[in-house]
């Protein structure tokens, strides 16, 4: 039958059975598959009664079949490339013959199965939170006495948890990473410029022509994007935030997967992070500029009352699922 694709040829062992007066004993030889396969007498052993040959597989043979990555949408050549230990995204790109003239780096995806299964993890512990929270709070209903007001606040705060709960049921982590892929293509030694692992995929998408608001707002809907516009412009045409807004913890999710939040401004709200260049711009959070495909996320307010015993609300956890698990839910 020979010897298959994964045999490693230079050296091999076999193990034979010596018989003597005194007993049996076990005989290890070393010889080249390669070299006996061509005759070579000094590894073209005579095979006897009861040996056994052991022939092992190439080193990383295995992992090297695994190490494929995928590249999706504006790329000359898309599709699935393998690649070489310790390859760069940079390499891939350039293999795949770059990015086309319609391709949005700034709105890149970058997905890892690593971190898929760490979101994943993630979202188990917000369900099960949630979980238990639900039962906290029956069980609380049943066994306090509490006034016709504070009854009916614990049964709506039990039926949104409730219906959070199977938004979560629902959702599906994507393994997301932020990246800065216009830093990766003009400088190569960016820390955005990953070395490739099995299973990552990289979706870069035509530019965008608009902006999206969502959440407590009058309108929500997807704008036309105009350059040079804010948050609080955008803001301004969906009609602003409703009473019910939490006009304090409003962010944006920036195309590349950035999060920016309101509650994020420093300096006495006289400055604003810049998630794209990494550094603090002045300007309160309505004033700061969006990029095609930003989406404004406005959350639902959510009163505590301090004899719920319940350690998160709604909002915490909606916020840390856009923020850590990076999953989108239709949770607004």
Request: aromatic share 10%; hydrophobic share 40%.
């Given at each position: 039958?020979?010897?298959?694709?994964?045999?490693?040829?230079?050296?091999?062992?076999?193990?034979?059975?010596?018989?003597?007066?005194?007993?049996?004993?076990?005989?290890?030889?070393?010889?080249?598959p390669a070299r006996a396969m061509k005759g070579m007498p000094s590894d073209n052993l005579l095979l006897q009664k009861d040996d056994i040959?052991?022939?092992?597989?190439?080193?990383?043979?295995?992992?090297?079949?695994?190490?494929?990555?995928?590249?999706?949408?504006?790329?000359?050549?898309?599709?699935?490339?393998?690649?070489?230990?310790?390859?760069?995204?940079?390499?891939?790109?350039?293999?795949?013959?770059?990015?086309?003239?319609?391709?949005?780096?700034?709105?890149?995806?970058?997905?890892?199965?690593?971190?898929?299964?760490?979101?994943?993890?993630?979202?188990?512990?917000?369900?099960?939170?949630?979980?238990?929270?639900?039962?906290?709070?029956?069980?609380?209903?049943?066994?306090?006495?509490?006034?016709?007001?504070?009854?009916?606040?614990?049964?709506?705060?039990?039926?949104?948890?409730?219906?959070?709960?199977?938004?979560?049921?629902?959702?599906?982590?994507?393994?997301?990473?932020?990246?800065?892929?216009?830093?990766?293509?003009?400088?190569?030694?960016?820390?955005?410029?990953?070395?490739?692992?099995?299973?990552?995929?990289?979706?870069?998408?035509?530019?965008?022509?608009?902006?999206?608001?969502?959440?407590?707002?009058?309108?929500?809907?997807?704008?036309?994007?105009?350059?040079?516009?804010?948050?609080?412009?955008?803001?301004?045409?969906?009609?602003?935030?409703?009473?019910?807004?939490?006009?304090?913890?409003?962010?944006?999710?920036?195309?590349?997967?950035?999060?920016?939040?309101?509650?994020?401004?420093?300096?006495?709200?006289?400055?604003?992070?810049?998630?794209?260049?990494?550094?603090?711009?002045?300007?309160?959070?309505?004033?700061?500029?969006?990029?095609?495909?930003?989406?404004?996320?406005?959350?639902?307010?959510?009163?505590?009352?301090?004899?719920?015993?319940?350690?998160?609300?709604?909002?915490?956890?909606?916020?840390?699922?856009?923020?850590?698990?990076?999953?989108?839910?239709?949770?607004?």
């Open positions: 039958g020979n010897l298959t694709d994964r045999a490693y040829k230079e050296k091999a062992s076999l193990t034979r059975v010596v018989t003597s007066e005194k007993g049996t004993d076990i005989v290890k030889l070393t010889f080249s040959i052991h022939i092992r597989e190439i080193p990383q043979y295995a992992q090297a079949l695994e190490r494929k990555a995928y590249l999706e949408g504006e790329f000359r050549f898309p599709g699935e490339y393998t690649f070489s230990q310790g390859e760069r995204l940079s390499s891939l790109i350039e293999r795949a013959g770059g990015l086309t003239e319609d391709a949005y780096p700034f709105g890149a995806i970058f997905e890892r199965e690593s971190v898929k299964k760490v979101q994943d993890q993630q979202l188990k512990k917000y369900r099960e939170k949630l979980e238990q929270d639900i039962l906290t709070m029956t069980a609380q209903a049943a066994e306090t006495a509490m006034s016709k007001e504070e009854a009916g606040i614990l049964q709506e705060s039990l039926a949104a948890k409730k219906e959070l709960l199977k938004k979560l049921e629902a959702a599906r982590s994507t393994g997301r990473m932020v990246i800065n892929l216009p830093e990766v293509l003009a400088l190569p030694s960016s820390e955005y410029n990953f070395e490739l692992r099995p299973g990552d995929r990289l979706v870069v998408k035509k530019k965008p022509d608009s902006v999206n608001v969502l959440g407590e707002v009058y309108n929500p809907t997807a704008l036309l994007y105009e350059k040079g516009k804010s948050v609080g412009y955008y803001l301004r045409q969906v009609g602003g935030p409703t009473e019910n807004a939490e006009k304090d913890q409003i962010y944006v999710v920036k195309a590349n997967g950035a999060v920016i939040s309101k509650a994020q401004s420093g300096f006495f709200g006289l400055a604003t992070w810049d998630s794209q260049n990494y550094r603090w711009t002045l300007g309160k959070f309505y004033s700061m500029e969006l990029d095609a495909g930003d989406t404004i996320i406005v959350p639902k307010k959510v009163v505590k009352y301090p004899w719920l015993r319940v350690t998160k609300d709604i909002t915490s956890i909606l916020y840390q699922i856009a923020v850590t698990a990076g999953v989108v839910i239709a949770a607004y």
